[in-house]
């Protein structure tokens, strides 16, 4: 158990939808990144966020938005859904030492697989 | 253009046999990591390196920088090291970059 939860585990939605995952991190860590993981793309970065600020932007799309509240949990909103939004979302924390996140061991969360029908 | 290799893309062991896995990338880098990706789709985080090497257990995961090349070896492979295995490169702007894995399977 890496101490990071998410939830839902699971999630089936429609097309047009919008939905929201929600992210724990590891009690004391300040950094949150989100990632996408499809069959056709892989795993991809989305964002990440320190202690409550945007830091670093990866692939992530316009529909897509994400906060870190001052709990330090974080939740990423999807909206307007597509089939091709399918996919395991993987939230991961980390200590927050340095706000470059890539410079630390990160703890990832069990993921929240969404289906989009 | 920022692009993570890894091979083999699918490898299948014996138990007991010394295993490596590549990682190559196309520009510099501020660190690179190797994760584990088990069956049931739980990732775990096995390395960060910068440079130089790190050991834990039977794992061991070097890095060049000039030659912009990493690799994780496995000691002494077991059954319950079967697992989908990625790099993962942290370029200028703390963006992360992937590749896209190494499926290993270990054979009692």
């Known amino acids: 158990d890496s101490g990071v939860t998410q939830t839902p585990k699971h999630l089936i939605t429609a097309t047009g939808q919008r939905v929201t995952l929600r992210c724990s991190p590891r009690s004391g860590d300040l950094s949150v990144y989100w990632y996408q993981q499809s069959l056709d793309q892989g795993l991809q970065f989305l964002i990440q966020y320190y202690n409550g600020e945007e830091r670093a932007k990866g692939n992530i799309l316009e529909r897509f938005s994400a906060q870190q509240f001052p709990d330090l949990h974080s939740e990423l909103n999807l909206s307007s859904l597509e089939l091709g939004d399918s996919a395991l979302y993987f939230c991961a924390s980390s200590a927050g030492f340095t706000s470059r996140g890539g410079l630390e061991t990160q703890y990832f969360g069990p993921g929240t697989r969404l289906l989009v029908l | 253009k920022n692009e993570v290799e890894q091979s083999p893309q699918n490898l299948t062991a014996q138990e007991g046999e010394f295993i490596t896995i590549n990682c190559s990338y196309s520009?510099?880098?501020?660190?690179l990591h190797w994760l584990q990706q088990h069956p049931g789709g739980g990732i775990v985080s096995l390395f960060m390196l910068s440079s130089g090497k790190k050991k834990h257990g039977r794992l061991i995961a070097t890095i060049n920088i000039q030659e912009k090349h990493s690799s994780l070896h496995i000691t002494a492979s077991h059954p319950r090291d079967s697992a989908v295995y990625i790099c993962a490169v942290l370029y200028t702007g703390n963006q992360f970059y992937f590749g896209t894995g190494t499926s290993l399977t270990v054979i009692p």
């Open positions: 520009v510099g880098i501020s660190a």
